[in-house]
Nanobody
Framework: QVHLVESGGGLVQAGDSLRLSCAAALSRGTFTSYTMGWFRQAPGKDREFVAYIRWSDSTYYANSVKGRFTISRDNAKNTVYLQMNSLKCEDTAVYYC????????????????WGQGTQVTVSS
């Protein structure tokens, strides 16, 4: 079992930066064995992929955030981060952290563990 808790959301203006954190508590396995992903869901829209980071620190981003967002992990703290720069109104959504030990991809259906989400609101 993996328990994920996101933090760091809030209300910011367009162009601002925000850093989300996701702390993981594991009952089995090691944090480094999990692919960690960030997803987001805006009102009335499907959940969409934002970024993931593998145990090897390789990363992958959605085109909509590439160059603005950076995903990273601190294995000593069992925490994954999402640094969001140059925020746009269309980035407004609930952001979710996800983990999976075996899947390495962008399909949210394949991730086994999810946090409760943190709201990010970007105003113009």
């Amino acid at each position: 079992q993996v328990h994920l808790v996101e933090s760091g959301g809030g209300l910011v203006q367009a162009g601002d930066s925000l850093r989300l954190s996701c702390a993981a508590a594991l009952s089995r396995g090691t944090f480094t064995s999990y692919t960690m992903g960030w997803f987001r869901q805006a009102p009335g829209k499907d959940r969409e992929f934002v970024a993931y980071i593998r145990w090897s620190d390789s990363t992958y981003y959605a085109n909509s955030v590439k160059g603005r967002f950076t995903i990273s992990r601190d294995n000593a703290k069992n925490t994954v981060y999402l640094q969001m720069n140059s925020l746009k109104c269309e980035d407004t959504a609930v952001y979710y952290c996800a983990a999976d030990q075996y899947y390495r991809g962008t399909d949210f259906h394949e991730y086994d563990y999810w946090g409760q989400g943190t709201q990010v609101t970007v105003s113009s």
